[in-house]
């Protein structure tokens, strides 16, 4: 990370959607903060004597990415993922702000916890936002102190990682987290559905004499949440969305006006269950990797508007809770370092332009958390993400700055790379 008083991004093209701005410009940061945006046409500002410029002809200037479904791991699971790698490995993703997932030892669901993470990341590569538990210890019997949390520093809560099977529960958790102005999350899942699952159910995990997890696992859970939602008047987001039901659910839902978003992540429009036919645990993730069906329906659903954002979900895991039986490996796959190639395959395959990308990945996870960033506005935070959308490289793993490596992308041929990324107009990411 280094510090420069004055950067200026030259000649690339400038997409903001919340100030419809799609251009070929120069953007100059000074002090931190979004100084000026000019044309070569337009007469340029006084830039300062000490000044970096680079030049990024063909790359995107867009908003610093943000992330908000991320496991950190820290504190409890440090042979896993930091703070600090985590963030590391945000900011080599375009990343400037994660949301962080409470499903820590011990579980972020106090002040204490909130305040720890919020001390660690003072010296971490991108913003960090704290979301706290829904209950206490996430074991969804009583709530947690949402006040609390939220004045600590905390965005939202959930108890990701386990659904909250108990709907008067999550009934209070919904207008005790409005009166709190903090964002419910919902990881849509019935246990009873989907215990001892491993993978999709279907034809594959029968002939692969593996225990499935069905798709009315999520959307039992998802109609749950929906109609709490509509009850109470009270927003909820539903976490990585993940099959073609859900996705009809939350249109039919948002087309009547409940207060819902939701999010995906990029491998439920990138794989499908045929990635695990190799009983490979990297493809292992809960929800589970689904049909091509529903892989169509999600990318559909991200083309209509109906999925708000796309999410990581980054999960990191050593290779003690992967390289084991499929059955008893642990749930999830990292995603921060990959994100962006695969979301550009949905841009270049023209399902999505590169304003509905930016909103994807930006924009509207900052309007959703309620957080800054998400847009390149003059005075704004200099919270900027360079891609070059062309640049293709193969996934190794040790070009992985995620402590853990747990990627069915390994080996892949992808497109579309961050290389440049500034938080508060400090380089924490530099290819270039
Ligand atoms: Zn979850
Ligand atoms: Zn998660």
């Known amino acids: 990370m280094s510090m420069v008083q004055a950067i200026l991004l030259k000649n690339g093209r400038v997409i ?35 000044l970096l ?33 985590g963030t590391r490995a945000a900011a080599a993703g375009g990343f400037t702000a994660v949301a962080c997932m409470p499903n820590t030892i011990p579980v972020n669901d106090n002040q204490s916890v909130t305040r720890l993470i919020l001390e660690k990341a003072e010296t971490a590569f991108a913003r960090v936002y704290p979301v706290g538990a829904i209950s206490k210890g996430s074991q969804g019997k009583t709530l947690a102190e949402f006040g609390e949390m939220k004045q600590a520093g905390a965005v939202a809560v959930t108890d990701d990682g386990r659904p909250v099977m108990d709907s008067q529960l999550m009934r209070r958790a919904l207008e ?28 594959i995990s029968t002939s692969m004499g593996l225990r499935g997890i069905p798709h009315i696992a999520e959307e039992v859970m998802v109609y749950r949440d929906l109609a709490l939602a509509d009850y109470t008047g009270c927003h909820l987001h539903l976490a990585h969305i993940s099959t073609g039901e859900s996705v009809s659910l939350i249109r039919q839902a948002k087309k009547r006006g409940f207060p819902v978003t939701a999010e995906t992540a990029p491998h439920y429009f ?14 292992k993730m809960n929800p589970p990797l689904r049909t091509r069906k529903d892989r169509a329906a999600i990318i559909e659903a991200i083309k209509d508007g109906t999925i708000d954002v796309i999410a990581t979900d980054h999960a990191p895991h050593s290779v003690l809770e992967k390289d ?30 590169a304003f509905r990308l930016v909103e994807l990945l930006s924009s ?69």
């Open 53 to 85: 410029s680079i030049d990024l002809q063909g790359k995107w200037i867009v908003p610093g990415l943000i992330d908000m479904h991320v496991h950190l791991r820290e504190p409890g699971e440090e042979h896993k993922e930091t703070i600090a790698s």
């Open 270 to 283: 990138t794989l499908t269950e045929e990635a695990v036919k190799d009983y490979n645990t990297n493809a």
């Open 324 to 353: 084991i039986e499929f059955d008893q490996a642990a749930n999830g796959i990292i995603g921060l370092e990959t994100s962006v190639p695969l979301a550009l395959a949905l841009f270049r395959k023209g399902h999505i332009d």
């Open 176 to 203: 005790y987290a409005s009166n709190h102005k903090v964002l419910v999350i919902s990881h849509s899942e019935d246990s009873s559905l989907s215990r001892y699952g491993a993978m999709n159910e279907g034809f």
């Open 16 to 50: 903001d959607p919340v100030n419809k701005l799609d251009k070929k410009a120069s953007l100059l940061v000074e002090k931190g903060k979004i100084k000026a945006i000019f044309t070569a046409r337009q007469k340029a500002p006084v830039l300062p004597k000490k």
């Open 364 to 432: 509207n996870p900052a309007r959703i958390l309620g957080v800054g960033g998400g847009a390149l506005g003059i005075g704004d935070a200099a919270d900027i993400a360079v891609i070059d959308p062309e640049q293709r490289f193969i996934l190794q793993e040790h070009d992985i700055l995620s402590q853990s490596k747990n990627s069915p992308f390994i080996g892949s041929e992808l497109q579309g790379k961050a290389v440049l990324t500034l938080c508060g107009g400090r380089i924490t990411h530099n290819l270039l």
